[in-house]
């Protein structure tokens, strides 16, 4: 069964919106963890946001947050004041206690900034 | 300081060939992982060492050996290439808490042809 579902294979926004990108996730176990990474089209893997599963409170970092709602199991990444260089394939993974804390990913999301 | 470093970052090799793909970080982290990655996908796990002495398959290590030589550094080998196995590959690693993020290497991009 798939951990992790990214709907949304490919989005627009324009420079200077905001965007979220969707995430939903399976788990039984009450311990797990939450990343978002950035894919630019240079191939490298860059993380952005981490959330775990105990913590009260929404992640922030600079212009992104997560959007955490346990109970439907959805965390949202919110890109504010979308930027060019925000143009990339998105990452949502999960990483479960009972699974050695290894990272399991979604299949991706294509956000393209237009000016 | 490096993080963790891939080499070669780019590779042809032909039906039935063999070769190493070299992972190497210096965080003194304790776990490390391989990924490949296809077109349009998310990673997927082959191997993983949890610690200097271990490893254990991941989702996908049908085609691969892993050895993690040290602390430091963890190979992939793939001992006779398949055209399926053109993909592009990820190590990473991790110090081993529950909150850390996963460091990731820059990718070796193979093709078999």
């Known amino acids: 069964a798939q951990k992790i579902t990214q709907t949304q294979p490919g989005m627009f926004v324009q420079e200077k919106e905001a965007v979220t990108l969707d995430c939903t996730y399976d788990?039984?176990?009450?311990?797990?963890?939450l990343f978002w990474y950035k894919q630019p089209s240079s191939g490298e893997m860059i993380f952005l946001i981490y959330q775990g599963s105990y913590d009260q409170q929404n992640a922030t970092e600079g212009r992104y947050s997560l959007n955490f709602q346990k109970a439907r199991k959805s965390a949202n990444l919110v890109i504010s004041a979308s930027q060019l260089g925000d143009s990339a394939m998105y990452f949502c993974?999960?990483?479960?206690?009972?699974?050695?804390?290894?990272?399991?990913f979604g299949a991706g999301t294509t956000v393209t900034v237009r000016a | 300081n490096a993080g963790v470093t891939q080499t070669p970052k780019f590779q042809v090799l032909k039906t039935g060939q063999s070769m190493t793909l070299q992972c190497a970080q210096d965080?003194?982290?304790?776990?490390m992982y391989w990924y490949r990655q296809d077109p349009g996908m998310g990673l997927r796990l082959i191997y993983y060492s949890a610690s200097e002495g271990t490893t254990d398959k991941g989702e996908v290590p049908n085609g691969y050996n892993v050895s993690r030589l040290n602390k430091r550094e963890f190979s992939l080998r793939l001992e006779s290439a398949a055209p399926s196995q053109t993909s592009v590959y990820f190590c990473a690693s991790i110090r081993g808490l529950s909150t850390d993020t996963q460091y990731f290497g820059p990718g070796t991009r193979l093709t078999v042809l």
């Open positions: 788990t039984s176990d009450p311990s797990y963890g």
């Open positions: 965080m003194n982290h304790n776990s």
């Open positions: 993974a999960m990483r479960e206690r009972s699974n050695d804390y290894k990272l399991s």
